[in-house]
């Protein structure tokens, strides 16, 4: 194959380049230390605020069984019937302290899915998931209600933090997929008006569990 003169010119520059290593301009900012300063606030506290601000509810619980309580007065509030949740440790708990409303209706009939998570990353609100959970890549998204059930050991300050949690977690067999869910979904790029419940959940519970 025949090259022109000007394209093997480019190509000679770029393996010239290629052979003389370039040093990084910024050094300090190749993600070796956090860009945030820690809160001063505690974990908990400051995880609440930012999750509540993005329009999230965040329900505290001092143990596992004030938990299933408060999550069952809310189911019969808001008259949840169809309740789904897959993940057999959760299941199991929530059984043990009777919580009858419990069922293994089909996902697309559910109102509401229950999961636990990875991590909560208190800096952004976030609730980490991932595919290794029993639960699977879509029940989050997919109910028009997501209930999260989550403790405070899982908590930590930063999505970085949250990465460095789950490298020690699966040591090198991370999971396939790592997702990172910041309170309902919602877009505004119709005409600029924001519209919740588009691509996820409309609405987001988190139960955060006292666990020391």
């Given at each position: ?45 400051e ?55 419990l ?8 109102d ?31 109910a ?6 989550a ?62």
């Amino acid at each position: 194959m025949n090259v022109s003169p000007s394209k093997e010119k480019i190509l000679k520059n770029i393996r010239k380049a290629l052979s003389i290593p370039t040093p990084i301009p910024f050094p300090q900012s190749e993600g070796n230390s956090s860009v945030y300063q820690p809160s001063l606030e505690e974990l908990e506290i400051e995880f609440a605020n930012q999750f509540s601000n993005l329009q999230g509810r965040f329900v505290f619980c001092a143990n596992e069984q004030e938990m299933v309580s408060q999550l069952l007065a809310l189911t019969r509030q808001l008259d949840w019937k169809e309740i789904y949740c897959c993940e057999k440790e959760l299941a199991e708990l929530l059984s043990l302290h009777q919580f009858a409303e419990l069922t293994c209706k089909p996902l697309k009939d559910a109102d509401v899915s229950i999961t636990t998570c990875e991590a909560l990353v208190a800096r952004t609100g976030t609730i980490v998931m991932s595919a290794a959970q029993q639960s699977g890549r879509t029940v989050s998204v997919y109910a028009p209600v997501h209930v999260c059930i989550a403790y405070t050991d899982q908590l930590v300050y930063d999505i970085r933090d949250a990465l460095q949690f789950m490298k020690q977690k699966y040591e090198d067999q991370l999971p396939s997929m790592i997702t990172f869910a910041s309170g309902p979904s919602r877009t505004a790029d119709i005409e600029k008006t924001l519209v919740v419940g588009v691509h996820g959940p409309k609405e987001v519970y988190l139960f955060l569990i006292d666990r020391q």
